[in-house]
Nanobody, 117 residues
Framework: QVQLVESGGGLVQAGGSLRLSCAASRIIFGINSRGWYRQAPGKQRELVATITNGGSTNYADSVKGRFTISRDNAKNTVYLQMDSLKPEDTAVYYC???????????WGQGTQVTVSS
């Protein structure tokens, strides 16, 4: 069973930075994309950023210009660099790996990010 292990969350002041990491426990074949999602209290889980196998990236409008997603295939790891953090970025952040054949989603356990004003 594949496990996605996230790290890097924590408490930071507004304007600060954090870097999230997500390492897969083994190589996964057939990956279409890797990504980060977040869920704030009382809200639905939402997409933050994704990166395809080809390297194309996609960001939520709310984080464009502040967050950067990247990956290191040799380390089987995806990162989310978060700069200029705002209190509204406070949420539990989840790592995701999406496969197409067969269609399947792997999820991490989540890491808390709290931005104080």
């Amino acid at each position: 069973q594949v496990q996605l292990v996230e790290s890097g969350g924590g408490l930071v002041q507004a304007g600060g930075s954090l870097r999230l990491s997500c390492a897969a426990s083994r190589i996964i074949f057939g990956i279409n994309s890797r990504g980060w999602y977040r869920q704030a209290p009382g809200k639905q889980r939402e997409l933050v950023a994704t990166i395809t196998n080809g390297g194309s990236t996609n960001y939520a409008d709310s984080v464009k210009g502040r967050f950067t997603i990247s990956r290191d295939n040799a380390k089987n790891t995806v990162y989310l660099q978060m700069d200029s953090l705002k209190p509204e970025d406070t949420a539990v952040y989840y790592c995701n790996i999406h496969k197409l054949v067969p269609t399947y989603d792997y999820w991490g356990q989540g890491t808390q990010v709290t931005v104080s004003s």
